[in-house]
């Protein structure tokens, strides 16, 4: 099952300005992670935040994280036509998962950057 | 460095026809991954690896088996292949289950 639902699922900017993901889960986490997946690629990993961290920087990508909404942001900014792929949430479970917890990846926001 | 590699690219197979899909690592991650990625449905776990000579099943595991070869390889096996089946099959290896998964590059399989 699903626990991270991103939000929209498709958004079109131009070339430069900023781009923000959301992604809502339902249960505790450890970590939520966020993966970009370009056309017939598989998935790249961009950046961790542990669940008690609440903003995350890595050059042109933020990422913050509200455990108490359960919800979590991408923003990129100045967008790039490079830019342009599928952006994936996943989250890896909290206290009540135990050793068999697994990363569950939401369905996916397509971001298409205009030049 | 290759990473995560998967063999083939892409299959067609018959209903009823079996084959395994090949995955191996090259940074002596200890936990591997299957998944299937299908239009609107995300990627969902198909079986894991934690370490090295255990398996367990993730979300969708019937009509699927895999092996734990050694600590680099991970394989895929169907059966008896269905039309269900039809799908992208990725595999992933991180240094924990609760580090950045690596992924391959995926096989695109269609079963007719």
């Known amino acids: 099952s699903q626990q991270g639902e991103e939000d929209p699922q498709a958004l079109s900017i131009q070339e430069g300005e900023n781009a923000t993901m959301n992604c809502s889960y339902k249960?505790?986490?450890?970590?939520l992670q966020w993966y970009r997946q370009n056309s017939g690629r598989g998935l790249v990993h961009l950046i961790l935040i542990r669940s008690n961290e609440r903003e995350k920087h890595s050059g042109r990508l933020r990422v913050t994280l509200d455990t108490s909404k359960k919800s979590s942001s991408l923003l990129i900014t100045a967008s790039r036509a490079a830019d342009t792929a599928s952006y994936f949430c996943a989250t890896e479970g909290g206290r009540h998962t135990g050793a068999n917890s697994k990363l569950t990846f939401g369905k996916g926001i397509t971001l298409s950057v205009r030049p | 460095n290759a990473g995560v590699t998967q063999t083939p690219k892409f299959q067609v197979l018959k209903t009823g026809q079996s084959m395994t899909l090949q995955c191996a690592q090259d940074m002596n991650h200890n936990s591997m991954y299957w998944y299937r990625q299908d239009p609107g449905m995300g990627l969902r776990l198909i079986y894991y690896s934690a370490s090295e000579g255990t398996t367990d099943k993730g979300e969708v595991p019937n009509g699927y088996n895999v092996s734990r070869l050694n600590k680099r390889e991970f394989s895929l096996r169907l059966e008896s292949a269905a039309p269900s089946q039809t799908s992208v099959y990725f595999c992933a290896s991180s240094e924990d289950r609760r580090q950045p998964q690596h992924f391959g590059d995926g096989t695109r399989l269609s079963i007719l």
């Open positions: 249960t505790s986490i450890n970590n």
